[in-house]
């Protein structure tokens, strides 16, 4: 895929960003998940543009931010399903709509969806085979069991007198009339 697929000529300028701000945004947001996700991609202005886009308004700082929608590929996918899934509301000569549109195409024709599930799901299975790797071994009894369980055996004994200490009881039927 082209590494700037956007121009100002695709946009309308608004009358506090021009066309070509508009462009130069949408090119950050493809850069940045093709570098996937890097920190460093992660500027203020990035921050405070994207932080106006798709509906996103509810995060106080640049890191909660981050570490909100960027810190792992579960993260990711639910990033790119909110981008995907907003109606990119507004006119463009007040919003970044017709850029969120744009990106929203980008998004599916480049199928980042479908990689970041496969993604997270293969995240979800490490995580999950490293506690059962923890609870295995915290948990199940060695195959072959070594001296000190078999030591543990030779100090069970039978009981010596096979007889019961009560003597059985045998019931009465009686008449409950």
């Given at each position: ?12 300028a608004?009358q506090?960003?021009t066309?070509?701000d508009?462009?130069t ?11 996937e996700?890097?920190?460093s ?34 993260d ?12 990119c ?9 017709d850029?969120e ?16 599930e ?27 069991p ?9 100090f ?22």
């Amino acid at each position: 895929m082209p590494a700037k697929p956007f121009d100002a000529s695709q946009f309308v300028a608004t009358q506090w960003n021009t066309a070509a701000d508009k462009a130069t945004f949408g090119n950050a947001v493809l850069n940045f998940i093709e570098s996937e996700w890097k920190r460093s991609l992660f500027t203020k202005s990035f921050y405070q543009r994207l932080s106006n886009c798709f509906g996103h308004i509810a995060h106080y700082d640049i890191h909660g931010f981050y570490e909100t929608w960027f810190t792992t590929d579960r993260d990711r996918l639910k990033f790119l399903k909110h981008t995907l899934a907003w109606p990119c509301w507004g006119d463009p000569t007040f919003t970044y709509s017709d850029v969120e549109r744009v990106i929203k195409q980008q998004v599916r024709a480049r199928n980042y969806l479908a990689l970041y599930e496969l993604r997270a799901a293969e995240e979800l299975r490490t995580t999950e085979m490293a506690v059962l790797t923890r609870l295995e071994a915290k948990y199940r009894a060695p195959a072959n069991p070594g001296a000190d369980a078999i030591e543990e055996a030779a100090f069970v004994t039978e009981p010596t007198d096979p007889q019961p200490l009560i003597a059985p009881f045998e019931p009465v039927q009686g008449s409950l009339f």
